[in-house]
C-alpha cells in the first residue's frame, strides 16, 4: 500500500479520535483545522445545527505568499476577526488529526491573539 494512503487512514482514525471529545454547540463551536500541502482551511461550526458560522482558507488571506507557517498565521487572524465580527470568542480546537505542531499550531496561535478564548 502507498504511504501516503495509509497515512490518510491513520489521520483519520486520529480524528475520529479526537471527535469522540470534541464537539461545537453554539455557546462554544468548534474551530476545525483542514491541511493540505499547499493549502490550509479553518471553519468554526456548530455541530448541533449542522451549520459553518465562519471560515477562512489560505486562498483568500491577503498575505498568502511566502512560508507555509506565515500564510497559517494570516488564516488565523483572519479567522479570528472574522468570529469577532459575529460575536463569538469561545470555541473548542479540532486539530483534525494534524499534530499540533508547525502550520496548526501557528494558525492556533495567531486565532488565539486574535481575540479567540480556548
Not at 6 to 17: P, Q
Request: charged share 30%; net charge positive.
Amino acid at each position: 500500500m502507498p504511504r501516503d494512503r495509509n497515512s490518510r487512514k491513520l489521520r483519520n482514525v486520529r480524528h475520529r479520535r479526537v471527535r469522540k471529545k470534541v464537539s461545537g454547540n453554539p455557546e462554544q463551536p468548534r474551530l476545525c483545522v483542514f491541511r493540505s500541502l499547499r493549502s490550509i482551511y479553518a471553519q468554526i461550526i456548530d455541530d448541533t445545527a449542522g451549520t459553518t458560522l465562519v471560515a477562512a482558507s489560505s486562498r483568500e488571506a491577503e498575505q498568502a505568499t511566502g512560508p507555509k507557517t506565515a500564510v497559517s498565521t494570516a488564516v488565523g487572524s483572519l479567522l479570528a476577526q472574522r468570529a469577532r465580527e459575529q460575536g463569538i470568542t469561545r470555541v473548542v480546537f479540532d486539530r483534525g488529526g494534524y499534530k499540533y505542531h508547525g502550520r496548526v499550531k501557528a494558525l492556533a496561535e495567531a486565532a488565539r491573539e486574535g481575540g479567540l478564548q480556548f
